[in-house]
């Protein structure tokens, strides 16, 4: 490793902070290579001893990430005579005498939930916090109420705040399957509030409440469910445990040069992996369980569907006939598909415009059926498609990707779901009891898509005949996402 100052490297080393290091230095309790340190003094700990009271220390060995799911009432510092709790009390006493040292990566508030980060490798910590980096953090948005349309549109398009014009990457509705991961990691459950999901990645002090404050509706309850590529899954409140080498690299990358989410296409190639394929019927749970599958493998994901929803939503805007083929075709090239800090291609821009909340709209649900059975729009849209699938290591999801999009793919799947499983998951999501008036229209709403996808002249919806099907009726999601998983990595073994 490259030279750096004495105290520098006894506080990476958790031995004590820079300050406190110095007073050590200076006190000649430091020698290097048997020899008394002097405070500034150059090292390289990779060919030299460094010793404090007569004991070595090893830099790079005592490094220690954590993430810990923080309940509220808790204090995100280390010391603080005023704190009821700090979240240093959480971590067990092994793993601190490990550490030597450690403090948070940022700061949740104390009334705040979720995800946080502490180690006691400062350059990795900086990295995370660098504003020009942009990691993203996902938040879990608890409301009284829904947010109104009035409401809903300045945080999209930005809030001022002291610092400045304080905005979102993202905000949205939570969806059922997020609501039942975030159960299991907070307390009191998420029951009684309506829910968003709201992305940030300036993370001014308290922004996100006083965004939700200034447009009139304040924030009952605020969680931290995802920091990067990291995600709360599988964490309960007050859990810790050591990040694995996987998660401590992946959050490390995302804190250098060029590492901020980019336009699909123009991001740095990731390393070549399988090219999948993955088609199933409508609202079969495909970008659920695919994003899922590709976020535990390190795969790019993309749901070819956000293209469709994204031209019918412009088309609307922009009041073109949606039998136009033609028309329609013509507005493909304002549309571009942003990848995520996961490399999920999950948001939609049209020209310098974020439409992504747009595009899941009742009207676009409405007509999408009809724009995506225009010959000349799946034309138009494929070359896009397969230029995104040309870096490879890619979830490619959609309803004619094994067959017209990717016939070539490395691995084809289909996610088949029974019709009355679908229109069941959806009324759930909805609210909707199962033997009201409205399940029944979601039931036979799902009919005549499938009918319409079946039929069309253009790519109609069937299997692969090279397909790995992956039931879902009767397994819960993820059983789901372990079979998908299971079978790319099989593939992976062949190739």
């Not at 829904?146 to 304080?166: I, K, M, N, S, Y």
């Not at 699909?264 to 390393?271: I, Q, V, Y």
Request: glycine content about 10%; proline content about 5%; aromatic content about 2%.
């Amino acid at each position: 490793m490259p030279e750096a100052r004495i105290q520098k490297v006894l506080a990476d080393a958790g031995v004590a902070s820079r300050r406190a290091a110095e007073a050590l230095v200076a006190a000649g309790r430091v020698t290097v290579d048997g020899v008394p340190a002097t405070v500034g003094q150059r090292v390289d700990p990779a060919v030299q001893r460094i010793a404090v009271g007569g004991r070595s220390i090893d830099a790079a060995g005592r490094h220690l990430y954590l993430v810990l799911d923080k309940p509220a009432g808790v204090t995100s510092t280390v010391a603080d005579r005023h704190a009821e709790r700090t979240v240093l009390e959480l971590v067990p006493e092994a793993l601190r005498r490990r550490a030597g040292r450690l403090y948070p990566v940022g700061r949740l508030d104390r009334d705040s939930e979720g995800l946080l980060l502490l180690t006691n490798d400062g350059d990795w910590a900086q990295r995370l916090q660098h504003p020009r980096y942009g990691v993203e953090r996902e938040y879990a948005v608890g409301l009284a109420r829904p947010l109104t349309p009035e409401q809903a549109r300045p945080l999209r398009e930005g809030v001022p705040l002291d610092e400045g014009l304080a905005t979102l990457r993202g905000l949205r509705p939570a969806t059922g399957p997020e609501l039942a991961k975030m159960a299991a990691a907070i307390e009191p459950g998420p029951e009684g509030l309506r829910w968003y999901r709201a992305t940030i990645a300036q993370g001014w002090r308290r922004q996100l409440r006083r965004m939700f404050v200034a447009v009139g509706a304040p924030v009952s309850r605020l969680v931290r469910v995802r920091i990067g590529t990291l995600r709360i899954d599988g964490l309960r409140a007050g859990e810790v445990r050591e990040l694995t080498a996987r998660e401590r690299d992946r959050l490390g990358d995302l804190g250098r040069e060029g590492s901020a989410p980019t336009p699909a296409g123009e991001a740095t190639p990731a390393r070549r992996g399988l090219v999948v394929s993955l088609d199933g019927p409508g609202s079969s749970g495909k970008s659920t369980v695919g994003a899922a599958a590709a976020t535990e493998l390190g795969y790019r994901f993309c749901d070819t569907g956000l293209l469709y929803r994204a031209l019918t939503w412009l088309a609307l805007e922009r009041e073109v006939a949606l039998e136009d083929g033609a028309a329609l075709a013509g507005l493909v090239a304002e549309l571009t598909l942003v990848a995520d800090a996961d490399g999920r291609l999950t948001r939609v821009r049209v020209g310098r415009r974020d439409v992504t909340d747009g595009v899941h709209a009742g009207r676009v649900d409405r007509h999408v059926s009809v724009v995506a059975r225009q010959p000349e729009v799946r034309a138009a849209l494929l070359p896009r498609q397969r230029e995104i699938a040309t870096a490879g290591r890619i979830i490619m999801a959609g309803r004619d990707i094994g067959t017209v999009v990717l016939p070539d793919a490395d691995l084809k799947l289909w996610l088949e779901v029974s019709v009355e499983e679908r229109a069941r998951r959806r009324a759930a999501e909805r609210g909707v009891a199962a033997d009201s008036p409205a399940a029944t229209a979601i039931l036979a709403d799902l009919r005549h898509r499938d009918e319409i996808d079946a039929t069309r002249a253009t790519a109609p919806l069937r299997v692969p005949p090279d397909a790995v099907v992956i039931q879902s009726d009767g397994r819960r999601l993820e059983e789901t996402i372990g079979a998908m998983v299971a079978a790319i990595r099989a593939r992976e073994a062949q190739a």
